[in-house]
C-alpha cells in the first residue's frame, strides 16, 4: 500500500475534465514536499508531466494543471482527449520513510 | 538528448543477485548536479524509487532494499550499475534506469526503456 493514496481509476468524456488527488501526510506533502506528476502510456516508461507542484515542462499542454494544498496533490486535465488515456502517478519525499515516494497510480479512461 | 539503456540478467532464480547496467549517451555521469537513478514496477502495479547515487558517489536507498541493494558508477565508460542480492519473486518487475535531478524531491526527467528481470525457480 502506497503512502500516497490515489484513485485506482477516474473516467470522463471527451471534452470533460477529471481530477486526480494524491493524498499524503504531515511527513511528505503536509512537510511541504514538492509533488511531481508523471504520464505512462502502457508498455512505455513515464514522462513528467507536472514538476514542483504546479509546473508544466516544455511541451506539455496546459490542459494539465497541479496544484497543492495542505497534505494534498491534485492533478486536472482539461479537455479530456482520448489520447489521454494513460497511467498517472504523483511522487514526493516521505521523511519518515526518508524516501522518495510514489502514488499507487491512477488509470484514466476516456470514455 | 540524453539517452539511457538499461542491460542485464533477465531471469533469475530465486536467492541469485540481479545486475543491471545503464549506459548512458549525449551527457556525461560526472557533470553533476543529477541523481542517478534505478526505480522499478512490478507487473500491472506502481512504480518504487530503489535508490540513487550523485556523482560524488554518495548513495541513497530505499531503506526497504537498503541491506539488498548496491548502485555503483563506472565513470570510464558513462554508466552505472545496480546489483539487488538474494533476490525473490517479489523482485520481478520492470527495471528503469533514470536520471533525477539533485532536489530532495528529484525530478525523474530522464528514463531508459526498462527491462524485465523476472525471479523463477
Known amino acids: 500500500q502506497s503512502v500516497l493514496t490515489q484513485p485506482p481509476s477516474v473516467s470522463g468524456a471527451p471534452g470533460q475534465r477529471v481530477t486526480i488527488s494524491c493524498s499524503g501526510s504531515s511527513s511528505n506533502i503536509g512537510a511541504g514536499y514538492a509533488v511531481h506528476w508523471y504520464q505512462q502510456f502502457p508498455g512505455t516508461a513515464p514522462k513528467v508531466l507536472i514538476a514542483g507542484n504546479d509546473k508544466r515542462p516544455s511541451g506539455v499542454p496546459d490542459r494539465f494543471s497541479g496544484s497543492k494544498s495542505g497534505t494534498s496533490a491534485s492533478l486536472v486535465i482539461t479537455g479530456l482527449r482520448p489520447g489521454d488515456e494513460a497511467d498517472y502517478y504523483c511522487q514526493s519525499y516521505d521523511s519518515s520513510l526518508r524516501a522518495s515516494i510514489f502514488g499507487g497510480g491512477t488509470k484514466l479512461t476516456v470514455l | 538528448q540524453l539517452q539511457l539503456q538499461e542491460s542485464g540478467s533477465g531471469l533469475l532464480k530465486p536467492s541469485q543477485t540481479l545486475s543491471l547496467t545503464c549506459a548512458v549517451s549525449?551527457?556525461?555521469?560526472?557533470?553533476?548536479?543529477?541523481?542517478w537513478s534505478w526505480i522499478r514496477q512490478p507487473p500491472g502495479k506502481g512504480l518504487e524509487w530503489i535508490g540513487y547515487?550523485?556523482?560524488?558517489?554518495?548513495?541513497y536507498y530505499n531503506p526497504s532494499l537498503k541491506s539488498r541493494v548496491t548502485i555503483s558508477v563506472d565513470r570510464s565508460k558513462n554508466q552505472f550499475s545496480l546489483r539487488l542480492s538474494s533476490v525473490t519473486a517479489a523482485d520481478t518487475a520492470v527495471y528503469y534506469c533514470?536520471?533525477?535531478?539533485?532536489?530532495?524531491?528529484?525530478?525523474?526527467?530522464?528514463w531508459g526503456q526498462g527491462t524485465l528481470v523476472t525471479v523463477s525457480s
Open positions: 533514470v536520471r533525477g535531478g539533485r532536489q530532495l524531491v528529484p525530478l525523474f526527467d530522464s
Open positions: 549525449g551527457g556525461s555521469i560526472m557533470s553533476g548536479s543529477y541523481a
Open positions: 547515487m550523485f556523482d560524488s558517489g554518495s548513495t
